[in-house]
């Protein structure tokens, strides 16, 4: 039997292409700065960058681990930006797959990390050398509210300080029961929205979601220019009908969302991917747009809290967030995303829309790969004044769906669009190397104002395309001057908010 370390030896073989990143007219020319591998884990998490060791460049979290229900050395790890070594490593008994929320909890002057996942995880960790700080501990058996909280922790949010110690305070959505039947209520628990102290997460307030319906989604949190303080949240599944809503943050600090508004419903689908908050009809509130995972796509009023435009991508499904920039020639925020062809686990292809942020209308429309859930990123690479996209795509026989007996060839691409010109790149193809969950991260790692890309990509041998093999990660130095602020540069923006508050 051939050990997972030498199958990566005799597997990475990569082309680099580099051609979106040799820019002629720049002095800086690409390349491949380091790639790191890790045998035998994988990631449903995207990386999130902060300088852990002081040394003035960007290094990278993210949470990990085996396959389902599988312990882990590697539940979550941290990386150096310079060179791809790994900083520290915490242990985990199942899969942490969100994404670090960075926050000084013990003001030592280093960023420490607020991650969870599956198994009812939720940790901080410490910043520098990844030691435990603090840990969710379901103790709430006879707590009407909390007793619900045996679910999956999605991402956490950074909200203002709600408890008077001056720290800021994390929003989270607790819910999810993987092993629950699909198509049926049973032995689902309502989803909880939670705020909790970031110094020893300890419970500040807490409420069902309305409808008692289980929820998957990270929740949005905005201020509008009035000064009100809103949250958006989803609920329902891949099987089951689902809403989103809108609350307060003051009734969620008391514990009543009982008057939550429904913004908008779905059958037979929930809201999984986080919604995002942007100003699009220019009346300077933020408006929210949501996909639901039937490829729903609604954009609301932010001060009527009415319907501006709907759009349903159809035959198709979405866990993918929106991407959000100005992909037209107007100075209204237009959205990216793409989705899976067919019903899961039974997807058969991907579909990139990007919706005219006025209209709704789909003003660019491809097929570009197989199914995936990352998500774009967002950048103008050519400096037209028109923001292109990088996205990870995976190329096999999208008919296979996830699981065969047959044997998959694939090959994993990094790729931009170009939607003034409808071009589409390659920057860096892998071949037997898969990425159905990781979203790209851009950036300046070194501060030498040039975009660098840090992105995962996963072994794949077997029939199964979720199976975890083992992974590696690599940083590419580009020849793309930053000009400008790079506002959506990783899963849910380069901030981690889901608000998009760039002018043109």
Wanted: net charge negative.
């Amino acid at each position: 039997m051939i050990s997972t370390s030498k199958l990566f030896y005799m597997y990475i073989k990569y082309s680099l292409l580099f051609v979106v990143f040799c820019v002629s007219c720049n002095p800086k020319k690409a390349e491949l700065v380091w790639n790191q591998s890790y045998p035998a884990i994988g990631s449903q998490s995207s990386p999130r960058s902060a300088d852990l060791n002081n040394d003035g460049f960007l290094d990278f979290v993210m949470g990990g681990g085996k396959n389902e229900y599988q312990e882990s050395d590697f539940g979550v790890f941290a990386f150096d930006g310079k060179t791809g070594k790994t900083l520290w490593n915490y242990a985990s008994k199942d899969q942490i797959y969100g994404s670090a929320t960075f926050v000084d909890i013990d003001s030592d002057g280093t960023n420490d990390v607020v991650i969870g996942g599956r198994s009812n995880i939720l940790v901080a960790l410490n910043g520098k050398n990844g030691k435990l700080i603090w840990e969710w501990t379901y103790k709430y058996e006879k707590d009407s509210v909390l007793k619900n909280t045996l679910g999956n922790f999605q991402n956490t949010v950074l909200i203002p300080d709600q408890n008077g110690d001056k720290m800021p305070d994390l929003l989270v959505q607790n819910g999810g029961n993987p092993k629950a039947l699909p198509n049926t209520e049973y032995g689902r628990l309502p989803g909880v929205l939670m705020i909790l102290n970031s110094k020893n997460g300890n419970v500040i307030s807490s409420a069902v979601t309305p409808d008692g319906r289980e929820s998957y989604t990270p929740p949005l949190y905005f201020v509008q220019p009035n000064g009100k303080e809103y949250i958006v949240f989803g609920t329902g599944g891949e099987t089951l009908d689902g809403n989103l809503y809108v609350t307060s943050l003051e009734d969620l600090r008391k514990g009543n969302i009982e008057q939550s508004r429904l913004l908008v419903s779905e059958k037979s689908h929930g809201y999984i991917a986080p919604p995002v908050a942007a100003d699009i009809n220019l009346d300077g509130f933020f408006d929210i747009v949501a996909i639901s995972h039937g490829s729903k796509i609604t954009a609301i009023d932010g001060k009527s809290w009415q319907k501006i435009w709907e759009k349903v991508i159809t035959n198709t499904e979405s866990s993918n967030a929106l991407s959000v920039g100005y992909f037209t020639d107007d100075n209204i925020p237009d959205f990216f995303t793409f989705t899976s062809k067919g019903v899961w686990p039974d997807s058969k292809g991907s579909v990139q829309v990007m919706l005219n942020g006025k209209t709704g209308e789909i003003a660019y429309e491809n097929n570009l790969g197989c199914t995936g859930f990352s998500s774009p990123v967002i950048y103008d690479i050519n400096d037209d004044g028109i923001d292109d996209a990088i996205l990870s795509t995976n190329e096999y026989s999208c008919e296979r769906g996830f699981v065969s007996d047959a044997k998959l060839q694939i090959k994993n691409k990094l790729i931009s669009i170009d939607f003034a010109n409808r071009v589409v790149e390659t920057i860096d193809e892998t071949p037997n190397f898969k990425n159905i969950f990781s979203t790209p991260w851009i950036g300046d790692i070194d501060g030498d104002k040039y975009l660098d890309v840090v992105y995962c990509q996963y072994y794949s041998a077997g029939p199964d395309l979720l199976l975890f093999l083992g992974m590696q990660i690599k940083r590419i130095s580009s020849g793309i001057k930053i000009k400008k602020p790079i506002v959506w540069g990783g899963y849910m923006n380069s901030r981690g908010n889901s608000v998009f508050e760039k002018s043109r």
